[in-house]
């Protein structure tokens, strides 16, 4: 490979800075994601947890009070495996996309 001409050397420059924020903007938009779905599962759960307490408190005798608690608990473990199911397949979209950027710009570089 011979040296770079000052061209190619400001194209490879350039073409680094569109890869870097690329990638940055990518990461961003994923982590929103994440972020987004965080706060939901999050709302989601406050309010279960509030309406499992009234129904606590309004609950006649300690094995209504154990069934609602039960349920509760039943409920609010399906709904975190659900949720961090989803954050799991964002984490590795994130991932496979962040990295696009990058694979294309190596495999221009690798051509010259």
Do not use: C
Not at 8 to 16: A, P, Y
Not at 35 to 59: F, I, N
């Amino acid at each position: 490979m011979g040296a770079l001409s000052f061209e190619d050397f400001q194209n490879m420059s350039k073409q680094q800075v569109e890869t870097a924020t690329a990638f940055a903007a990518t990461f961003s938009k994923g982590l929103q994601e994440i972020a987004a779905e965080t706060a939901e599962y999050s709302k989601q759960s406050m309010a279960a947890g509030a309406q499992a307490m009234e129904r606590l408190m309004g609950a006649k005798s300690v094995e209504t009070a154990v069934q609602i608690q039960t349920e509760y608990a039943k409920s609010a473990f399906e709904g975190f495996v659900a949720k961090s199911s989803k954050i799991n397949e964002i984490f590795a979209k994130l991932a496979a996309d962040a990295m696009k950027p990058a694979q294309s710009a190596f495999s221009l570089n690798a051509k010259h």
